[in-house]
């Protein structure tokens, strides 16, 4: 679990408490805090009290969206820290168009995941 800098901040629209995930999910607010900490989902402590939030563009009404634990591994595997994920996550990409984050929820995976494995070499 990461702070982030003002900057990655902004890049995220939407953040979401654990508690807010885990009535989304149906699922215990431990069971969210183990998906964090499986790699999952990515949360950061920000705020004034500094919750553990995580962006709520990672949640699709009442599931994770799809092929992000495998893009997240992929950039972990790269070297990524929490902190580069989000922000290459939610930087806009023209190619994509739009951001990695953004290509995940519209079910364009592969070609995330294309370039997450590309960043590596």
Do not use: C
């Amino acid at each position: 679990m990461t702070e982030i800098d003002a900057k990655t901040d902004a890049l995220v629209p939407d953040w979401l408490h654990l508690p807010d995930i885990a009535d989304m999910l149906d699922v215990q607010v431990t069971r969210v805090r183990q998906l964090v900490k499986e790699g999952q989902l990515i949360a950061v402590r920000r705020g004034e009290n500094r919750t553990l939030q995580v962006p709520a563009a990672f949640i699709d009404g009442d599931k994770v969206v799809k092929g992000l634990s495998g893009t997240l591994t992929l950039l972990k595997d790269d070297g990524y820290s929490d902190e580069e994920m989000l922000e290459w996550l939610f930087t806009p990409d023209p190619t994509l168009p739009g951001t990695p984050a953004q290509a995940l929820s519209e079910n364009r995976g592969t070609e995330v995941k294309r370039r997450a494995q590309a960043l590596a070499v």
